[in-house]
């Protein structure tokens, strides 16, 4: 692309602040000490495009800087940066043990930082609370003691039922602190869908509420915890935490007497590819995928895209909405690891209004606010104004994730909330607890792109015959190792599973499974999912493009667009929607939709048919149920085509297993 043909970007960070930045002192720090190539002066794009490539070539020079820059303390040094750096098996830092909750607490061994906010916990109706680093650190320490009495070692799993509280935060610590592995579902998951996911591993404890509040109401979730406890014959200890102030049940140990105890901390010195937690994939078509990932990986990766990327440090409060059934929670727990104030927020993400995450940014003087794509846009459809009505002064960067933020985001964020605001849409997956492309303090921001690829990470766009695509669409690839990727699924003993989940199509190579644009300026575009890619007539488009224009129209709530091959060669392009209050599905709105797909998109892409529903079916941490859908509607069963316990609302999925039977 042609300088002249670049689009002018929507904001540029000011010469001071991307000179400032951690990751400007990192590269300089890098090419003196360890043979990086030196920053371009005057010129971040290009020093950040040199300083990207050669992490991504040398990725053991690279990862071995960073460890140096970053302090990680190893307790019993590495023989060398990587190993077997084939995919997959790559080994990272061999010899080397370390903990990841000893790194997320060191700001407390500071006398002079101690007493400032670790955790600033916040609720729908209540002034934030305080965690200091001190009492952070002594709740972990008598917690890990308690885990160690009740005969908790290596390896052993311990679980959490627990919405975003500090009590979750302190019970991984807990776990990690000990050697444990951790893992954790939020409580508005069904029995089923926990047990499908905790009995894979077998945990030894679980921590759990008696409930939860939301949306103004109080949710008891008793009856569900005493199935968790029947079905869950492994766990030998019970943790009864009274959100709702309901008394122990019988056989519960009380979380107030475990944490109020006089001990020291002990971290356990666990090799760096020790597993750390268990995150599991949506589990649309089956069991969720239980993903290990270890205590060294992920304590460099969270290091590097929250210090590097996302510019934080002491003085920071980060917020991200989320829940501890999404990966962004563990994500957002790291804060921790560089010194940074954690702002968890438990509550609905539009109560008592829709402004209601840019209320608790506001309250807690967040500086760095993350949320999702879909909040962003309901907050536009809304018309909500919050630069005009909030003092969100203290923000400098948005983040959005879960799904690609609309160009219209963008703006939305630049003209409703502030013109000088560093807008960071990023994509990564659970898989890796981690961002693939995304936040670059030092570049500018595009509307509808991802800033570059992260530090570390090779990522290239390929066509079907491995060929790298440049200005293309093409399928999201991963050519070297990520310390995060995991160290295998739980139950996979030859690793047949993990390698047929990311290395099948090309065979020492990570895809991921989304459609990928890398421009000529190094941005990145996400077109969605590659396995419910629509493709009419050879033109492929991701399902995300639709949604972007679709939903711009006043009386689009959601949609859903699902292309299904037919048995006789045939194609059918049906779209969903669900319609905002008082709108009507007549042939007006059905035409402007055609003309708004036709003129903004693609003619070949207009929908065969467009279909009202009550609403949009969605995994349980909020993605559009693209691929169990396109299933039903080719006939398959429902029990064949869906795991319902990972479905938001399993009421809608009979609809369009109707349609399919009588399409079939």
Not at 198 to 218: H, I, M, N, S, T
Not at 258 to 285: I, K, N, R
Not at 364 to 369: E, H, Q, R, Y
Not at 591 to 608: A, C, N
Request: charged share 20%; glycine share 10%; net charge negative.
């Amino acid at each position: 692309m042609s300088p002249s043909s670049a689009p002018a970007p929507l904001w540029t960070p000011d010469p001071a602040r991307a000179d400032a930045a951690r990751l400007t002192r990192f590269h300089a720090w890098a090419a003196e000490q360890h043979g990086a190539p030196a920053p371009v002066p005057g010129d971040h794009l290009a020093s950040y495009g040199a300083l990207q490539r050669w992490s991504a070539e040398q990725p053991a020079a690279f990862w071995g800087a960073f460890a140096a820059w970053a302090e990680v303390r190893f307790s019993t040094p590495y023989e060398t940066v990587l190993a077997d750096a084939g995919m997959p098996g790559a080994r990272w830092f061999p010899g080397a043990t370390l903990n990841y909750a000893e790194h997320a607490l060191r700001v407390a061994e500071d006398p002079a930082r101690a007493g400032e906010a670790a955790l600033l916990y916040a609720t729908e109706d209540a002034a934030p609370v305080t965690v200091t680093w001190a009492e952070l650190r002594a709740q972990v320490a008598s917690l890990a003691a308690e885990l160690r009495r009740l005969g908790v070692r290596h390896g052993d799993r311990v679980s959490g039922y627990l919405p975003n509280v500090p009590q979750a935060t302190v019970a991984l610590l807990a776990a990690a602190a000990v050697g444990a592995v951790w893992t954790s579902c939020a409580p508005d998951f069904g029995a089923r869908s926990v047990l499908d996911r905790f009995q894979q591993v077998e945990p030894v404890v679980l921590f759990a509420v008696d409930g939860y509040r939301y949306g103004g109401k109080a949710h008891d979730r008793t009856d569900t915890v005493a199935e968790l406890r029947r079905e869950l014959p492994t766990v030998r200890a019970f943790v009864h935490v009274p959100l709702l102030g309901s008394e122990a049940p019988e056989g519960a140990l009380s979380w107030d007497a475990l944490v109020s105890g006089d001990a020291e901390p002990v971290f356990e010195q666990v090799p760096f590819d020790h597993p750390l937690w268990v995150l599991y994939s949506s589990g649309t078509t089956g069991l969720p995928k239980a993903i290990v990932q270890s205590q060294g990986g992920i304590l460099v990766e969270h290091l590097k895209q929250l210090a590097l990327h996302c510019d934080l440090g002491p003085g920071d409060r980060f917020f991200w909405y989320t829940s501890t059934g999404w990966m962004m929670w563990n994500f957002l727990v790291s804060g921790l690891l560089v010194g940074a104030t954690v702002v968890l927020y438990d509550g609905s993400p539009g109560y008592p209004a829709v402004d209601a995450q840019w209320r608790v940014a506001e309250r807690t003087g967040a500086t760095f606010f993350g949320t999702s794509a879909a909040y962003v846009m309901a907050c536009r459809k809304a018309e909500v104004h919050p630069g005009r009505d909030l003092d969100l002064s203290r923000v400098r960067c948005v983040a959005t994730t879960g799904s690609p933020l609309p160009p219209d985001g963008f703006r939305w964020i630049h003209d409703e909330v502030a013109e000088d605001m560093w807008i960071a849409s990023v994509s990564g997956g659970t898989d890796v607890c981690s961002c693939f492309a995304g936040a670059v303090p030092t570049l500018p921001v595009y509307v509808g792109e991802l800033q570059a690829a992260c530090l570390g990470t090779d990522l290239q766009a390929w066509d079907p015959q491995g060929k790298p695509l440049v200005d293309e669409v093409g399928e999201l690839v991963v050519t070297g190792p990520m310390p995060s990727m995991p160290v295998g699924f739980w139950n996979d003993p030859d690793g047949s599973r993990y390698r047929e989940s990311y290395f099948e199509m090309f065979p020492g190579v990570w895809r991921h499974g989304d459609w990928i644009t890398l421009t000529s300026r190094g941005t990145v575009v996400i077109h969605g999912r590659s396995d419910s890619t629509l493709n009419r007539q050879g033109v492929r488009m991701g399902s995300a493009d639709i949604y972007e224009a679709v939903e711009r129209l006043p009386e689009v709530r959601e949609s859903l667009v699902i292309g299904v091959e037919q048995p006789d060669g045939g194609y059918w392009m049906p779209l969903f929607v669900a319609l905002a209050e008082g709108a009507a599905l007549d042939d007006e709105l059905r035409d402007r939709i055609k003309r708004t797909i036709r003129t903004q998109l693609s003619p070949r892409h207009v929908p065969d048919e467009i279909i009202e529903v009550a609403a949009v079916p969605h995994t349980l941490t909020g993605k559009r149920l693209e691929v169990p859908v396109k299933r039903l509607l080719q006939g398959t069963p429902m029990e064949k085509a869906v795991n319902p316990g990972s479905v938001d609302r399993v009421d809608l999925l009979g609809f369009y297993e109707k349609l399919g039977r009588e399409r079939g």
